[in-house]
Nanobody, 121 residues
Framework: QVQLVESGGGLVQPGGSLSLSCAASGSIDNVNPMGWYRRAPGKERELVASITSGGAMAYIDSVLGRFTISRDTAKNTVYLQMNSLKPEDTAVYYC???????????????WGQGTQVTVSS
């Protein structure tokens, strides 16, 4: 069984900062990439940022220069530092990991339970 456990999130004022972290554990190996999606009320899910095991990063345009994704490959943990937050960043943020089950040897996408980020004054 694979678990992605997220932490962080919460309520912050516009211009503030929050950090998210997510650790993948259990029967998973060769995790690549890891990243974060978000779903805002009434909107489609969107990929916010991703990072490969080699450190290659990708971001959605709206967070460039404000969000930073990083990763501890040895610990299968991914982080998202969010600065200069805006009300439009309000959403449920989901961690994801693409990896191999050590039981079936099949590759799949795995998801965290989601954490709420609310940017409001």
């Amino acid at each position: 069984q694979v678990q992605l456990v997220e932490s962080g999130g919460g309520l912050v004022q516009p211009g503030g900062s929050l950090s998210l972290s997510c650790a993948a554990s259990g029967s998973i190996d060769n995790v690549n990439p890891m990243g974060w999606y978000r779903r805002a009320p009434g909107k489609e899910r969107e990929l916010v940022a991703s990072i490969t095991s080699g450190g290659a990063m990708a971001y959605i345009d709206s967070v460039l220069g404000r969000f930073t994704i990083s990763r501890d490959t040895a610990k299968n943990t991914v982080y998202l530092q969010m600065n200069s937050l805006k009300p439009e960043d309000t959403a449920v943020y989901y961690c994801y990991a693409h990896g191999m089950s050590t039981i079936s040897l099949n590759f799949s996408d795995y998801w965290g339970q989601g954490t709420q980020v609310t940017v409001s004054s």
